[in-house]
């Protein structure tokens, strides 16, 4: 798999041995990051979503978010490089259709756009997806110079992200993603598809390559749900699916009041003590438990899934088997292939949905998943029935005739898969479906959902607030009683359900009414929704005494918002050391406490906060109701001493210099020699005892030091000897000194 914004070269595609149809100049196969809120997630222009699919080896790390939740969690645990809370596999969405007049399997055309493979992901980009658009919009209330944004527009998204591909099938696909960064609402992804049968089979808009009517027009969502890559590799020191996630660890769920489909980690090697998968060391499992380090105590925590929220019923196939004639066209390729599937019509003769509701294993090779996961002969998942054993505590009646969940597989189930149809399309029909990406702290506990355990349909949802047995020791009782939740948990919105009730809050602009049926939704999200002051736009910079300071303008007192959350009322600044948290507040500002030069400051004198230590600062804006902003000013700074306003005499750290006398760390950080006492700019120049010029360093940073790791000018490292160094500045100062290396 490639992450990046280029394509995969046509050289590539043709080394996996597939016989793929030219590549039309121009098409990329790129990626954007959704990093507005909490839940942070990489898509792309030919339908995958996190990545390609994946399940082997390779699937270990990752340099993009795979569903994150929480946001920047990549750390490192006794010396072991974690890439950080990631819950899936790989996602995409699949379509299917046989042309009129050509019906059975044998005639049926497939597109796989993400989300098919097993150890490997099978490529899609010029196969079966062919990229059209990619783009990112920002609608930031600030703009970077922390000013109001006058073009910010407060019912949309504050990030939406623009994906267009054409498919080998002629159903052109426009995906528009939206996330927020709001406490209550920054924990899922909105997913609204728009799919038109164009024509267009190779990514060029220009011409039509197919016209004819499609028949029993399927289309599929797929996501591989692991959670999380953390826990995994925490307990296993692996995170693929053969021998990985697939221990028996985890199960799907199915939670028909918001169609919502998610998975949970209910155990660790078979044994229930270890739900969640806690820290496996007990000291550390203490601490993160303490402090809410990497997460807390439990490394598994989340409960990632997605919820339905609208599908389209204007297209559906009509059946009318007491009268076959009624749509001549249609209705004799209808009955003929359904024949034999249980099915129930509703009013307008359309068959229930969904079609298929799934959980199955890690394997979506395109093979398998062209037999058996989209196809009208074929209802995978089975039907609700009033008779039926699968039946027997409905949380409505209206799922008589729909798509059962298979229950029976939701031990291990890695893959969840929801398909709708069919659907008859002539040339310029759209179809539009809209689906939320979420992620909770656990599920809500005690409800009844299906899944969960093999043994039977029904079971509660597991509460976190439970026993932790380490190694024959009790940890604690109740965990959530003795530690809380991480800070990351940023509101009342806790679990996976939590966060469906808000996503089609969100995507319905009212409070939705449970159960939710997602046909009676509207085909376009409202985005309705109230908003807290934004945080500022802050700058973080070292002072002369060895503070650092601060700082912001006053632009968030004058946000006007329709639904504006309340005024801002104060500022909370916090410090981490990590940019996931755990976050300290050192202080606040209330609103009007500003300095001589109109602007907010705080300074943080801690003295724990060495020289040369990496920290992070936010601020919260927080409205005269308590309401917070969302954390979206983290900014990284390394502490040091503000520059000189004239340069004088510069100082070398070591001098002398011996091995293991340099400053402690990984890498190279040992061979470091610091140069102190800097003005703002400056040029310095380091000279061997010959006189020969060995390295050139160029100052342009508002601190008192730079640093050098001995190495010259041509990539070699320095030998023993004494060191001349020339400092210059653009007035023509200049200072000299001289140090030792002694190896």
């Known amino acids: 798999m490639v992450h990046g914004r280029a394509s995969f070269s046509l050289t590539f595609t043709l080394s996996l041995g597939l016989a793929l149809p030219t590549l039309l100049m121009g098409q990329i196969r790129e990626y954007r990051i959704h990093d ?23 699937g270990n790390k990752t340099n993009v978010p795979l569903m994150e939740w929480p946001s920047r969690s990549r750390t490192v645990v006794e010396g072991i490089e974690y890439s950080g809370q990631h819950n899936i596999l790989g996602a995409g969405m699949y379509m299917a259709a046989n042309p009129l007049g050509k019906p059975g399997k044998s005639n049926r055309i497939y597109s796989f756009c993400g989300g098919v493979g097993a150890s490997t992901p099978e490529v899609v980009f010029g196969r079966w997806s062919f ?6 919009i920002e609608n930031f209330p600030l703009l970077p110079n922390g000013d109001l944004n006058p073009d910010y527009n407060p019912d949309e998204a504050e990030e939406i992200i623009i994906a267009k591909w054409a498919t080998n099938l002629g159903v052109t696909v426009t995906r528009v993603s939206r996330a927020w960064s709001y406490p209550d609402y920054d924990d899922f ?25 499609l028949m029993d027009f399927m289309v599929l969502f797929i996501y591989g749900f692991a959670p999380s890559m953390y826990g995994y590799q925490r307990h296993y020191g692996t995170w693929k699916y053969e021998g990985g ?20 980690d209910m155990r660790t090697a078979l044994d229930p003590n270890l739900a969640g998968k806690p820290e496996p060391n007990k000291e550390l499992f203490r601490r993160f438990a303490q402090t809410g380090e990497n997460g807390g105590g439990l490394c598994s925590p989340q409960a990632p899934g997605f919820c339905i929220l609208f599908y389209d019923t204007t297209h559906l196939a009509i059946v009318d088997p007491y009268d076959p004639a009624r749509n001549e066209s249609e209705a004799v390729a209808i009955l003929g292939t359904y024949q034999g599937q249980y099915y129930e019509l509703d009013e307008h003769f359309h068959i229930k949905q969904p079609w298929s509701n799934k959980v199955s294993t890690g394997n979506t090779n395109s093979q398998k998943m062209a037999d058996q996961s989209i196809n009208p002969d074929n209802r995978w998942s089975g039907t609700y029935k009033p008779e039926s054993t699968t039946w027997p505590n409905p949380p409505s009646e ?27 399309l002539h040339l310029g029909d759209k179809l539009e479906f809209s689906l939320a990406e979420v992620v909770g702290y656990g599920g809500q506990p005690g409800k009844l959902a299906e899944g969960g355990q093999t043994e039977t349909q029904w079971a509660r949802i597991p509460s976190w607030n439970r026993k932790i047995v380490l190694g024959g020791e009790v940890m604690t009782e109740h965990y959530l009683d003795d530690y809380g939740y991480p800070d990351y948990v940023n509101s009342k919105v806790i679990t996976v359900q939590d966060v469906a009730h808000k996503a089609f809050e969100a995507y319905l602009g009212r409070e939705p009414q449970v159960p939710v049926w997602p ?38 007192e004058d946000f006007r918002h329709p639904r504006l959350t309340g005024p801002v009322a104060k500022f909370e600044v916090y410090r981490s050391s990590s940019p996931m948290g755990p976050w300290r507040l050192l202080g606040e500002l209330r609103v009007g406490e500003v300095n001589s030069s109109n602007y907010y400051e705080f300074l943080d004198r801690d003295p724990e906060y060495k020289i040369g230590e990496k920290r992070y600062y936010s601020v919260l804006s927080v409205d005269d109701k308590g309401n917070r902003s969302g954390r979206t000013n983290i900014t990284a700074h390394v502490k040091n001493i503000g520059s000189v306003d004239k340069l004088g005499s510069v100082h070398v750290v070591p001098n002398p210099f011996y091995v293991r006398s340099g400053f402690q760390g990984s890498g190279n950080v040992e061979k470091k020699i610091g140069f102190y006492g800097l003005p703002k700019r400056c040029t310095i120049r380091i000279y061997s005892y010959a006189g020969q010029l060995v390295q050139t360093i160029e100052h342009d940073d508002p601190v008192y030091s730079t640093e050098w790791f001995q190495v010259t000018r041509s990539g070699q490292d320095i030998a023993s000897g004494v060191y001349f160094y020339v400092v210059t500045t653009p007035e023509g100062e200049e200072t000299t000194g001289k140090f030792i290396v002694i190896k």
């Open 519 to 556: 046909e009676d939704n509207p085909k376009d999200g409202v985005y309705a929704i109230p908003v807290p002051p934004p945080a500022p736009v802050i700058t973080v910079e070292n002072t002369a005494d060895g503070s650092v300071r601060i700082t912001w303008k006053r632009a968030v």
């Open 36 to 58: 507005r809120g909490m839940l942070h997630e990489t898509v792309y222009n030919t339908g995958e979503i996190g990545r390609g699919w994946m399940t082997g080896e390779a």
């Open 189 to 213: 992804i909105i997913y609204e598809y728009t799919l038109e049968y164009t024509g267009d089979t190779d990514g060029n808009p220009e011409t039509i390559e197919r016209d004819t009517p």
């Open 245 to 264: 996630i697939y221990r028996g660890d985890q199960n799907g769920w199915w939670d028909a009041d918001y169609w919502l489909a998610f998975n949970l």
């Open 398 to 424: 209206r799922w008589i005739g729909r798509a059962a969940y298979n229950y029976r597989q939701s031990n291990d189930a890695g893959q969840k898969h929801i398909v709708f149809g069919p659907y008859t």
């Open 131 to 136: 990229p059209l658009e990619m783009r990112e």
